[in-house]
């Protein structure tokens, strides 16, 4: 007699497993990475190019608006070097969470179909940020034997506040991307919430202007801190951070992460049907 069989998959079959199998499909996080590499670069006239032009260009931008015209303190240093400075974290910033925030939607084929972590999803969109950050973070050491500028020992710390910004943007990206599963009038908050941070952050400019009774307040947008951070780790010097401001800004990146992971999960056994 013939006998039928259904393989059915619960949730909470995998609930115990579901961090181990973050190292299962450590391939298909790397397949995945790789994807979202060619899909951004492929059709692209420049191809990698791109990731010299932007940050390039938007140096140029605020060097003029902020130091030529508005005649902003450069802190003892080049302005270009001020300014870009404070765009690695940000740039690094703005790509992984725009990628990751739209993954999930992006690989909705992948999500409904097959049993995997989809928390793996926007973590492999952040290494295109990566890229981008090393190609960076290449054209500021150019921009340092142009202006005969030697960097403080503190350059040493660069990855420690990296590290800082990977918890924020993956915090920030993995919330975005359930969000964005849900609601999808999400993908149109994105680009508003990088451009309204982009001029609330210090990426043109120092943050030593703002007056200090706000300071505290200003810090409670955690790229306030890790950009201040890359900027004392760069310059050093007479450069002053606020340790305080800098601590709230790495408090409130880790709340994020706890946050938007607990968020993450409690949604994720529902995209297969929402997406």
Do not use: H
């Not at 039928?4 to 450590?26: A, Q």
């Not at 932007?54 to 605020?62: C, D, E, Q």
């Not at 450069?239 to 601590?247: H, I």
Request: hydrophobic share 55%.
């Amino acid at each position: 007699m013939r006998q039928n069989y259904e393989l059915i998959i619960e949730p909470g079959r995998v609930e115990k497993n579901y961090w181990k199998d973050l190292f299962r499909f450590k391939e298909l996080f790397l397949i995945l990475a790789w994807k979202e590499f060619l899909i951004r670069y492929k059709q692209a006239l420049l191809g990698v190019t791109w990731s010299v032009i932007r940050p390039v260009l938007s140096m140029i931008v605020f060097t003029v608006i902020f130091g030529k015209i508005a005649k902003l303190p450069s802190e003892g240093v080049p302005y270009p070097i001020l300014v870009f400075s404070g765009m690695l974290p940000w740039q690094f910033f703005a790509t992984s969470f725009q990628q990751s925030s739209n993954s999930l939607v992006a690989n909705a084929n992948l999500v409904s179909k097959i049993y995997f972590p989809r928390i793996i999803i926007p973590a492999s969109s952040i290494i295109v940020g990566l890229i981008d950050f090393i190609i960076s973070l290449g054209i500021l050491i150019i921009l340092m034997i142009w202006y005969k500028f030697t960097p403080s020992i503190n350059i040493l710390l660069i990855p420690v506040f990296l590290f800082l910004t990977i918890v924020t943007t993956y915090g920030a990206g993995i919330l975005f991307a359930a969000l964005n599963v849900k609601y999808r009038d999400f993908r149109y908050i994105i680009p508003f919430v990088l451009q309204f941070g982009m001029y609330i952050s210090p990426v043109g400019f120092s943050s030593n202007v703002i007056p200090q009774k706000w300071e505290l307040i200003y810090a409670l947008n955690p790229m306030v801190g890790i950009i201040n951070g890359f900027r004392w780790s760069i310059i050093g010097g007479d450069y002053q951070v606020n340790w305080n401001g800098l601590l709230i800004s790495c408090i409130i990146s880790l709340l994020i992460l706890i946050f938007a992971v607990r968020y993450f999960r409690k949604t994720e056994k529902k995209f297969a049907d929402v997406i």
